[in-house]
C-alpha cells in the first residue's frame, strides 16, 4: 500500500474512533441523565409527601388526611425476611453444592433449572404461589408473599454462590484437606468463609430487587390496612401502596405514593451499594 | 489495609445483624391484641368509601379490613375463602344464585349514588339521554360537540374534544347498573354492548376500580366515566343529568332518609355474607350490625363531601336487613 | 521395579514410613511406578529429579492426597510405623493428621488471622483445645516467628509475606502435631533470605519430626538433606545417604541430572 494510502486510513480511523467515543460517551450521559432524574423525581417528590405521619401512621380511608404507609413499610421489610429465610438457604446449599460437585446429570440439569428460573418473570411466580399456596391455605398471606419472592431470589443467590464458591482457590482446600479435615468440614470452614464475601454481594443485589417487586404480591400478601401480627394474614407493601395510591384519584395518596417510593428507593440503595462496597473491599485487598 | 479488611468482617457481621434485627421486629409486630381478630371483606370499588370509614370507626369486637377489587372479584374472593364477606353494589343476579347455591346471603347496607362524570373544561352541567349514552358508549358520537348532544344541551357551550369512554378492567356492580339502566333506551347498546358486570365496550380505555375511573377522567380531557357521586365531587369532575322513567332531566341526588330518591342510577350497596360457618363471624356480625345501626346516622360514614353521597337504608330495608342479618349470623353471644 | 538399599545405612534407624511397589495413576498417565523405598525417622529426605518425574505425586502418596484428585489411582502399598495407610478400614483423615504437608505456594487462609490459622488444623478436625494461646505459642515459637509474630497475632494471615506465610503454614501444620511433615518444594517461590529461613527451620524440625522434602534445586538438597532419592521417569533410578549420592553417585542418570546435563 502507498504512504498516501495509509495515511488516509489512519485519519480516517481516528475519526471513526472519535465518533465511537462521542457516541458512547453521549449514551452514557443519556443514561445517567436518566437515572438522575428519576432520582431527583422520587427525591424532590418524596420529599414533599414525606412528614413523621406517612412514616409512622396507618392507612387511613381515601380522602380523610392522616394516613401514612407504616404498615407498608414494616409489610416490605417482613416479606424480604421472610423471603431470606426461604431462598437464603436453598439458594446456598444449591450454589454450594453446583460449584463443589462440578458433574453429573444432576448438577447440570441443576444449573440448567437455575438459568431458566431466572429468566422468569416475576408475576409468574406470584400466580404460581397463588394457585399452589393461597388457594391451599384459602387465604392471602404474608407467607405467600414471603415465598413468591423467595422464588424470585433463589436464582440469582444459587449463582452468585456458585461462583464464588468456585472462585475460591483451589490450594486453600487442598491446604484444609491435608490437615486432614473431611469434605464437609473444609465446605464449612475454608471453603465458604473465604466465599462469604462474593456470597453476600449477591444475596444483597438478589434482596434489593425482591423488595422492589409489586407484581408477585398483588395475589400472595395482598394488601391490608394493619401491621401484619400473623404471617397467615394478609400484608401491606412499599411496592403495592405504591401501585394502588398512584392509580387512585387521590392527591393525599399520591403524596404517601411519592414518600413510599422514596423510602423504597433507599431501602434499595442501601442494599446495592452495600454489595458495592463489600465487592469493592474484596478486590482491593490481594 | 489489614485492619480494614478483619474489621469489614465484623462489619458484615453486624449489618446482618442488624438486619435480622430490624427483621425480628416486624415480625414482633408492633402490637398483637388477642383480641383483633381481623374480618377481611372485598368488593366493589362503588362502596369502597363508605365501607373503608365504618371500618375505621368501627369500635369491635374485632377489626375489619376492606378491599375494593369490584363486584365480580367478591363472588370470587369467598369462593375461595379468601376474605370472610363481601360487598356489592348490584344484587345476585338468579344465575349467580343458582351458580352459588344460595351460599350467601345478601344484607343491604346503604344507598349509593351511580353518576356519569365528564372532563370537559368549561361545561359544569350536562344533560345525557339514555340515547346519548348509549351513542357516547358504542362510539358512535366522536365528538362532544355533535349535534345530538348540542340538542340535548341548549345553552352550554360543549367543546370541540374527542369523546373517550372510560370502562372498568374488573366485573363491576356499576357497569351492571349502568348498562342496565342504557339498554333500557336503546335495543342496540343491549344487543352489542350488553348488559353485565363486564360489559363489551366497544371502544375507549380501561382503569382498575372506580378510582381508576376517577384518575383517567380526572387527566383526560373529554373523557366519560361512571363512577359513585362522592368520588366524583371529590375529582372535581362534573356529572350529568339523566333522565328517569318520565323522560324528566335529574340532577343526582343521594337516597334520602326514606331511602328515596328522583335520581334514576341509585343502587344499593348489599353485603354478602357466606352462610357456612366462618371463623371470623363475631366480628362480621358485630361490624354489620354496627353498620345497620350507627353506621346508618348521616352524614353516613362520616363527614366530608365523600360521604354526603351515601344515603341511609329507608325503616323497612333496615328492619329487613336486619333481620336476615340475625337469620344468617345468628345473634352475638 | 527397583529396589535399592541406602548405600551405607547411619545407625541406628528406625523405618518411619516406607513405600512398597508403590504405583500412582492420573487418569491419562502413569505418575509413579513400582517404588520401593523407606523414610527414615528423624531424619530429612529430600526427593529430587526433572520436572514431571513423578516426586510431587510420590509424596501426595504419603499423605493419600495424590487420591483426592478425581480419577486418580495407587497401588501397592505405603506403610506408616509397620501399618498401611492404604488399608480398606483405614480413614485418609486420620492419616492426613499424622502425615502434614506444607505446599509449593503458600496457602494460608488468608482472611484468617495468624492465631486463627495456626489453629485451623485442630478446629478442621473438631478439636478444641484447652489452652489455644499456648498451642499458638508452641507452634509458632517451633515454626521460628514467635518473636516476629507474638505482637501481630490479629493479623490476615494473607497480609505476611512470602516468606512468613510459608512459616506460618509450617506452624499450621506443626500444631497438629504430626509425626512426618511432607514438603513440596517448599522455598521455590520464595525469596533467597526466606529460603534460608526456612531451611534453617528444617534442620531444627529433624530432631522432633520426620521430613521428606520434593526439591527443584540439588543445592538446597544437597544442604538440608540427610538422605536423598533421585526420580526419573517415574522410577526411584537411586536412593542413598545424600553426601554419597552427590559426590559417588552410582547410577549414570543420576550423576547426569546432578552434574546439569539434564534439568
Known amino acids: 500500500m502507498s504512504d498516501a494510502a495509509r495515511v488516509r486510513t489512519l485519519a480516517s480511523r481516528r475519526a471513526s474512533e472519535s465518533f465511537v467515543r462521542g457516541l458512547a460517551a453521549g449514551v452514557t450521559a443519556l443514561t445517567v441523565v436518566g437515572l438522575a432524574s428519576v432520582l431527583f423525581s422520587v427525591v424532590g417528590y418524596g420529599a414533599r409527601g414525606l412528614s413523621m405521619t406517612t412514616l409512622t401512621a396507618l392507612p387511613r380511608p381515601a380522602g380523610v388526611p392522616g394516613g401514612g404507609v407504616a404498615n407498608a413499610i414494616v409489610g416490605t421489610l417482613l416479606l424480604v425476611a421472610l423471603a431470606c429465610a ?48 393461597v388457594a391451599w391455605m384459602k387465604h392471602f398471606s404474608a407467607l405467600a408473599g414471603g415465598a413468591a419472592l423467595a422464588l424470585t431470589m433463589i436464582p440469582t443467590v444459587t449463582r452468585a454462590t456458585e461462583v464464588a464458591v468456585r472462585a475460591v482457590p483451589e490450594r486453600l482446600r487442598e491446604a484444609a484437606l491435608a490437615l486432614g479435615a473431611t469434605r464437609h468440614r473444609v465446605i464449612a470452614q475454608v471453603v465458604l468463609p473465604s ?30 390496612r394493619f401491621f401484619c401480627d400473623d404471617l397467615r394474614e394478609p400484608t401491606a407493601s412499599l411496592p403495592v401502596s405504591i401501585f394502588t395510591y398512584t392509580i387512585s384519584p387521590y392527591d393525599d395518596l399520591h403524596a404517601q405514593a411519592w414518600a413510599a417510593a422514596l423510602v423504597l428507593v433507599s431501602l434499595v440503595l442501601v442494599f446495592q451499594v452495600t454489595a458495592r462496597l463489600l465487592s469493592k473491599r474484596r478486590d482491593d485487598v490481594s | 489495609m489489614r485492619v480494614t479488611r478483619v474489621r469489614s468482617r465484623r462489619g458484615m457481621l453486624a449489618s446482618f445483624a442488624s438486619f435480622a434485627f430490624v427483621a425480628s421486629l416486624a415480625l414482633v409486630g408492633c402490637g398483637k391484641s388477642q383480641r383483633d381478630v381481623t374480618a377481611r371483606g372485598a368488593g366493589a370499588s362503588l362502596s369502597a368509601p363508605l365501607v373503608a370509614r365504618w371500618s375505621e370507626a368501627y369500635a369491635g369486637p374485632g377489626r375489619v379490613d376492606y378491599r375494593a377489587v369490584g363486584s365480580g372479584g367478591a363472588l370470587m374472593l369467598l369462593s375461595v375463602g379468601a376474605v370472610d364477606f363481601g360487598v356489592r353494589d ?49 362510539g358512535e358520537v366522536r365528538s362532544w360537540n355533535d349535534p345530538s348532544l348540542v340538542r340535548e344541551n341548549p345553552g352550554i357551550s360543549l367543546p370541540n374534544l374527542p369523546v373517550l369512554p372510560v370502562h372498568r378492567t374488573d366485573a363491576s356492580g356499576t357497569a351492571k347498573r349502568f348498562t342496565a339502566y342504557v339498554a333500557k333506551g336503546s335495543p342496540a347498546f343491549a344487543e352489542q354492548v350488553g348488559t353485565g358486570e363486564s360489559p363489551n365496550f366497544p371502544t375507549g380505555v380501561r382503569a382498575k376500580g372506580q378510582d381508576g375511573v376517577a384518575l383517567a377522567v380526572k387527566s383526560t380531557r373529554g373523557s366519560i366515566g361512571v363512577l359513585e357521586l362522592g368520588l366524583a365531587r371529590a375529582s372535581g369532575l362534573a356529572v350529568a343529568w339523566l333522565e328517569d322513567d318520565s323522560g324528566t332531566f335529574v340532577a343526582p341526588t343521594p337516597a334520602d332518609a326514606r331511602g328515596a330518591s328522583p335520581y334514576p342510577l341509585v343502587s344499593t350497596v348489599y353485603a354478602l355474607v357466606p352462610k357456612a360457618k366462618g371463623a371470623h363471624d363475631d366480628t362480621v356480625r358485630g361490624f354489620l350490625r354496627w353498620a345497620l345501626d350507627e353506621g346508618q346516622h348521616a352524614p353516613v360514614g362520616g363527614t366530608g363531601s365523600l360521604m354526603s353521597a351515601f344515603g341511609p337504608l329507608s325503616a323497612e330495608e333496615r328492619s329487613a336487613a336486619v333481620e336476615a342479618l340475625q337469620r344468617t349470623l345468628g345473634v352475638a353471644p | ?24 495413576k492420573f487418569p491419562d498417565a502413569v505418575a509413579l511406578r513400582g517404588i520401593t523405598m523407606p523414610v527414615i525417622e528423624h531424619k530429612v529426605t ?6 514431571g518425574c513423578g516426586k510431587s505425586t510420590f509424596i501426595r502418596c504419603l499423605n493419600r492426597m495424590h487420591e483426592v484428585v478425581p480419577g486418580a489411582t495407587t497401588s501397592g502399598d505405603v506403610l506408616l510405623d509397620g501399618k498401611s495407610i492404604y488399608g480398606s478400614a483405614v480413614d485418609p483423615v486420620g492419616v492426613r493428621r499424622k502425615v502434614g504437608m506444607v505446599f509449593q505456594k503458600p496457602n494460608p487462609f488468608p482472611e484468617m488471622s495468624v492465631r486463627d490459622n495456626v489453629l485451623s488444623g485442630l478446629r478442621l478436625n473438631g478439636i478444641r483445645p484447652a489452652s489455644p494461646d499456648v498451642v499458638v505459642e508452641a507452634a509458632l515459637t517451633q515454626a521460628a516467628m514467635w518473636d516476629e509474630m507474638r505482637d501481630s497475632l490479629d493479623r490476615p494471615g494473607g497480609s505476611l509475606s512470602g516468606g512468613q506465610q510459608q512459616r506460618l ?58 538422605l536423598t532419592a533421585f526420580f526419573y521417569l517415574g522410577e526411584l533410578v537411586e536412593y542413598g545417604l545424600a553426601d554419597v549420592l552427590f559426590t559417588r553417585p552410582e547410577d549414570p542418570r543420576t550423576e547426569e541430572y546432578i552434574t546439569g546435563r539434564f534439568g
Open chain 1, 86 to 133: 426461604i431462598a437464603l438457604p436453598v439458594g446456598l446449599l444449591a450454589g454450594i453444592h453446583l460449584a463443589e460437585a462440578r458433574t453429573g446429570k444432576l448438577v447440570r440439569l441443576a444449573r440448567t433449572a437455575a438459568d431458566a428460573l431466572a429468566a422468569v418473570p416475576s408475576v409468574v411466580f406470584g400466580i404460581f404461589v397463588f394457585g399452589v399456596l
Open chain 1, 195 to 224: 466465599a462469604a464475601r462474593g456470597i453476600a454481594t449477591g444475596v444483597l443485589l438478589a434482596v434489593g430487587r425482591a423488595a422492589g417487586e409489586a407484581a408477585p404480591l398483588l395475589f400472595t400478601a395482598w394488601e391490608s
Open chain 2, 90 to 138: 348490584v344484587a345476585l343476579s338468579a344465575e349467580e344464585i343458582s351458580r352459588t347455591a344460595g351460599a350467601y346471603a345478601e344484607i343491604p347496607l346503604a344507598h349509593g349514588t351511580v353518576v356519569v362524570a365528564v372532563n370537559l373544561p368549561g361545561v359544569s352541567e350536562l344533560r345525557l339521554g339514555r340515547a346519548s349514552l348509549a351513542a357516547l358508549f358504542m
Open chain 3, 1 to 24: 521395579m527397583s529396589t535399592v538399599p541406602p548405600s551405607t545405612p547411619p545407625p541406628p534407624h528406625v523405618e518411619k514410613m516406607r513405600a512398597e511397589n508403590l504405583g500412582a
Open chain 3, 46 to 51: 529430600a526427593v529430587i529429579g526433572p520436572s
Open chain 3, 169 to 226: 503454614c509450617i506452624a499450621r501444620c506443626l500444631a497438629l502435631e504430626p509425626e512426618v511433615i511432607l514438603m513440596d518444594e517448599p522455598c521455590s517461590s520464595l525469596d533467597p533470605i526466606a529460603t534460608a529461613r526456612i531451611e534453617e527451620l528444617i534442620h531444627d524440625l529433624r530432631e522432633r519430626y520426620t521430613i521428606v522434602i520434593v526439591t527443584h534445586s540439588m543445592q538446597q538438597a544437597a544442604r538440608v538433606s540427610d
